[in-house]
């Protein structure tokens, strides 16, 4: 089960043949680039080179899973963020009271307190903090659901880290660090 999140969260999969008597065999699939310093990086692959300085800044991560938090903490490891994990909806909402985070990105399937309360609760308190949704509920009506709730994006699982990124940057280009000069 875990070997199975990880593989689908690294955009691949994991399989097994098994023979009573014999044993069992499995087999991991996940893309890999071989060659990033090719001269002929397609438009694509330099987007994926944005070098991001948000050390000024803060990010609550919502998220419950551990290992979904240790993938999202070292793709944001390269931005100089500030990462905050909450464990719960609850902690999350008390996290944004006390912390003041910049920006969160809420899990909305949670223990507690799920994504869609927390983040109700957090956006009366403070609407103007962006708040990217992340679920692998990636339906139209999810969508509609996860903006209906008051999250000012959507990211489906498993996660692209550029994509995220792009969406992050665009979200707090709209609004500074909070009590930070830049």
């Keep these: ?18 023979e009573l008597g014999k044993g069992s ?18 438009a694509n692959e330099h987007r994926e080179r944005n070098v991001y300085n948000w050390a000024n800044y ?11 938090y240790m993938i999202l903490n070292k793709g944001l490891s390269q931005t100089k963020i500030q990462v905050l994990w909450a ?37 009366m308190l403070q609407p103007h903090l962006p708040i990217i949704a992340q679920t692998a509920s990636a339906l139209y009506e999810d969508r509609q659901r996860v903006l209906n709730a008051g999250c000012d994006d959507f990211i489906p699982k498993p996660i692209d880290i550029v994509h995220l990124l792009s969406k992050m ?6 609004t500074p660090p909070k009590g930070k000069a830049l």
Excluded: W
């Excluded at 940057?169 to 709209?174: A, F």
């Design 87 to 123: 464990k719960n909806g609850l902690q999350a909402c008390e996290m944004c009271a006390e912390k003041k985070p910049d920006i969160v990105l809420m899990d909305m399937q949670m223990p507690e307190l799920d994504g869609y309360e927390a983040t109700t609760r957090i956006k």
């Design 169 to 174: 940057e665009y979200l707090l280009k709209k």
């Design 1 to 18: 089960s875990i070997a199975k999140q990880l593989a689908e969260l690294l955009g691949g999969s994991i399989g097994v043949r098994s």
């Design 58 to 68: 803060v990010v609550l991560v919502a998220e419950d899973n551990q290992i979904n």
């Design 25 to 42: 065999s499995f087999t991991l699939t996940v893309p890999v680039r071989i060659d990033q310093q090719s001269p002929s990086r397609s």
